[in-house]
């Protein structure tokens, strides 16, 4: 079974900085796309961005400049560095990867449990 865990959540100022984690476990053979969401309160889920098996990413355009995903395939971890924050960043943050190949087959469709962020003076 596959499983992702985000970190590095927390209370920050406006014009601060986190950097979130999201690291997959289950013995993974391949860590396929991942994208980052975020849902604020009384809000919908949003896409922030993504990062295919290749490393090419795209965000929305309100992150843009100030949000930036890598990942460290060979720790099976992707990440979400966020500069910049805005109280309307305010949200949890999930990490969802679309196709994982463990030791044991294909998983689609996985999610983390999230991590708060909250920007806040």
């Known amino acids: 079974q596959v499983q992702l865990v985000e970190s590095g959540g927390g209370l920050v100022q406006p014009g601060g900085s986190l950097r979130l984690s999201c690291v997959a476990s289950g013995n993974i053979v391949m860590l396929g796309a991942v994208a980052w969401y975020r849902q604020a309160p009384g809000k919908q889920r949003e896409l922030v961005g993504s990062?295919?098996?290749?490393?090419?990413?795209n965000y929305v355009d309100s992150v843009k400049g100030r949000f930036t995903i890598s990942r460290d395939n060979a720790k099976n971890t992707v990440y979400l560095q966020m500069n910049s924050l805005k109280p309307e960043d305010t949200a949890v943050y999930y990490c969802?990867?679309?196709?994982?190949?463990?030791?044991?087959?294909?998983?689609?469709?996985?999610w983390g449990q999230g991590t708060q962020v909250t920007v806040s003076s």
């Open positions: 990062i295919s098996s290749g490393g090419t990413t």
């Open positions: 969802n990867a679309d196709r994982v190949r463990s030791s044991s087959g294909f998983y689609y469709n996985n």
